[in-house]
């Protein structure tokens, strides 16, 4: 089951880059967290908030697309993403290209909680990992 948790984050990316946010792919009870220096921090909860997260960030950075990286297995609920986002910041129209770092759990198959974090070592170091 855990390379398969790697396939649905893999599959959430690919929705996103098509503008989709794959509600099918998360958990009713879904969590979204991202780091303080995010544009947008959250906690987002459930699949209104979702939709918020995406909302609240298309707001801050326009033409927004977050694009992943890397995504790697860490045990059979965990799953490591490098990812970035890219677009313009709004009203400065400053290009953002931010890469940052995820733990995703996953459960039955459904995405549950994604907290993000500005690098990959503070994001193994918070689920009690090296690199």
Known sequence: MSQENVEIAKRWFAAIAEGELASDL????LIVDNIPEFPVTGPY??????????DDLAEVVEGATVQ???????DDERVLTIQRLVGDMAYTRIPVN???AAIWIVRRGKLCRVSGYATRKQA???VGLSE
């Open 26 to 29: 998360w958990d009713a009870d």
């Open 45 to 54: 909860r459930g699949y209104e908030g979702l939709q918020r997260w995406w």
């Open 68 to 74: 992943l990286d890397e995504a790697t297995r860490l």
């Open 98 to 100: 931010a890469p940052w």
């Open 124 to 126: 193994l170091e918070a």
